[in-house]
Nanobody
Framework: QVHVVESGGGLVQPGGSLSLSCTAS????????MGWYRQAPGKQRELVAE???????HYADSVKGRFTLSRDGAKNTMYLQMNSLEAEDTAVYYC?????????????WGQGTQVTVSS
């Protein structure tokens, strides 16, 4: 079983910054990729950013230049630094982990953490 735990989030004013973190643990042989998705009320879940192991980070156009994704492979932990936040960034942010457990590929999600950008 794989556990994905997010932390961070909260309430911030427009133009402010927040940092999210995500740690995966459990029956993981290796992590294939880690990423953040978000879902705003009434909207579909969308990709924010993801980083494959040994690959380049991909960002949604809406967050390029404002969000930075980084990863600590030794700790199976990923960080999302969010700067210049806008009201449109308000959403529940979910961590996604693609992993190998033995030879089997698995996809695990965190519970989500709320980010609210409001004055």
């Amino acid at each position: 079983q794989v556990h994905v735990v997010e932390s961070g989030g909260g309430l911030v004013q427009p133009g402010g910054s927040l940092s999210l973190s995500c740690t995966a643990s459990g029956s993981i042989s290796s992590i294939v990729l880690m990423g953040w998705y978000r879902q705003a009320p009434g909207k579909q879940r969308e990709l924010v950013a993801e980083i494959p192991s040994g690959g380049n980070t991909h960002y949604a156009d809406s967050v390029k230049g404002r969000f930075t994704l980084s990863r600590d492979g030794a700790k199976n932990t990923m960080y999302l630094q969010m700067n210049s936040l806008e009201a449109e960034d308000t959403a529940v942010y979910y961590c996604h982990v693609g992993h190998l457990s033995g030879s089997a590929y698995g996809s695990s999600w965190g519970q989500g953490t709320q980010v609210t950008v409001s004055s």
